[in-house]
């Protein structure tokens, strides 16, 4: 496996902030630089997809091996209604 560290530090910052949007996100992209005929940065992108559907996988085996799958993670969780308060504000 020979992945560029360019492609895997940018796939690795999409996933971390974007989760699976960022598969979709560089699927767009792709999809756009492929119509407007840049190849070169058609195929970084395309590896980017590549290398964020990759790390999703491993994390989500990861996440299942260990137990904790989503239900588990959000139980323990507070929900979102307790520490955010409500604080209304006049319109000018």
Known sequence: MNTDLDVLVFATRLVDELGETAI??????????????????AAFWREVMRTSERLLNERSVRRVASGLSSPAIAAGQPSVSQSVAYVPRPIP
Not at 24 to 41: C, F, G, P, Y
């Open 24 to 41: 979709r996100m560089s699927r767009v992209r792709l999809v756009e630089l492929t119509a407007a005929n840049h190849t070169r940065a």
